[in-house]
């Protein structure tokens, strides 16, 4: 019943996010596993998610799962915490069971769950992310399966991933924005000590957080989280580890516009990139159920 013709031979691991923010991700994992090949993929041409339906969310995230595993991926890490809350699950549980059981799609809220338990001393801990993230409670969730003893508060920030996306970092009107959430999210709880930032996309933000931040509290960007789950997960799992190729490479992926894509990417990784424009569309319905 399957149609879709999937690769054996080893690939590169593959890192989605919506658009840009998954290159913070993406960043720390060249930073502490090198030697892995990367096949990074930006659906920039239909971000934000952040609000977008949950039904859209899934549909796009599976094509662009699909689209890694046709192109050589065995293992695709969802650098986007809005696809992860939404999506994530569906995909594992409903599309890896027709499309190859022996594939594997990770998230990045669990991961970055497991950290907060030594971090936190009031145990109040903010999230600050997408309203899809927020909405589907799944910090709350991960987190509190993990330490029932914390109390989860969090904020949606729907301006923050457009503005990242957009690349106004440190303007008047993006400090606006950031002081205004930050400030929504201490006024619901006042002994928060530890703030997530539950979208990849904020790290880019960071001078501003750390500029409006209450001096007492930490704030979390994901990545290198991630990172060191991803490094213990392909110690726990060589099988895996033997299909990821290992030459150093990376290659970049944008449904937008290559030319704008390297533009603003080589801002975020601090080093020349260039990408190639696909489309994703023709993905939608790889299989017959
Ligand atoms: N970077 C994504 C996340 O971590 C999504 C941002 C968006 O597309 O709204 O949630």
Not at 264 to 271: K, N, P, T, V, Y
Request: charged share 20%; with cysteine.
């Amino acid at each position: 019943m399957a149609v879709v013709k999937l690769p054996n031979t080893p690939g590169p691991i593959g890192v989605f996010d919506s658009g840009y923010g998954g290159l913070t991700v993406l960043r720390e994992l060249r930073r502490l596993l090198p030697q892995y090949d990367y096949l990074y993929l930006g659906d920039n041409a239909r971000a934000p998610y952040g609000s977008r339906s949950f039904e859209l969310i899934y549909q796009y995230t599976r094509e662009a799962v699909t689209y890694l595993f046709q192109h050589g991926c065995h293992l695709v890490i969802l650098a986007c915490n809005t696809a992860s809350a939404k999506a994530l699950r569906n995909i594992q549980q409903k599309d890896l069971p027709v499309l190859d059981t022996s594939r594997r799609v990770l998230g990045v809220i669990r991961p970055t769950a497991e950290c907060v338990g030594n971090i936190s001393r009031t145990r109040h801990i903010g999230i600050l992310a997408t309203a899809g993230t927020i909405n589907s409670n799944s910090y709350n969730l991960e987190i509190n399966k993990l330490y029932p003893d914390i109390h989860v508060e969090g904020h949606a920030c729907p301006m923050w991933a457009p503005l990242v996306e957009n690349f106004e970092l440190d303007n008047e009107g993006t400090e606006y924005f950031v002081q205004k959430d930050i400030q929504l999210l201490m006024d619901k709880d006042k002994d928060i000590d530890t703030i997530i930032l539950g979208c990849t996309h904020y790290p880019l933000l960071l001078p501003l957080i750390q500029k409006h931040i209450p001096k007492n509290v930490t704030v979390i960007p994901q990545g290198r989280y991630i990172a060191s789950s991803l490094k213990d997960y392909l110690f726990r799992h060589p099988d895996m580890a033997k299909k990821c190729t290992s030459t150093g490479t990376c290659r970049y992926l944008t449904t937008e516009n290559n030319i704008i894509f390297d533009r603003s990417a080589c801002r975020f990784m601090q080093h020349d990139v260039q990408s190639q424009h696909i489309e994703l569309t023709e993905y939608n319905m790889p299989c017959e159920y």
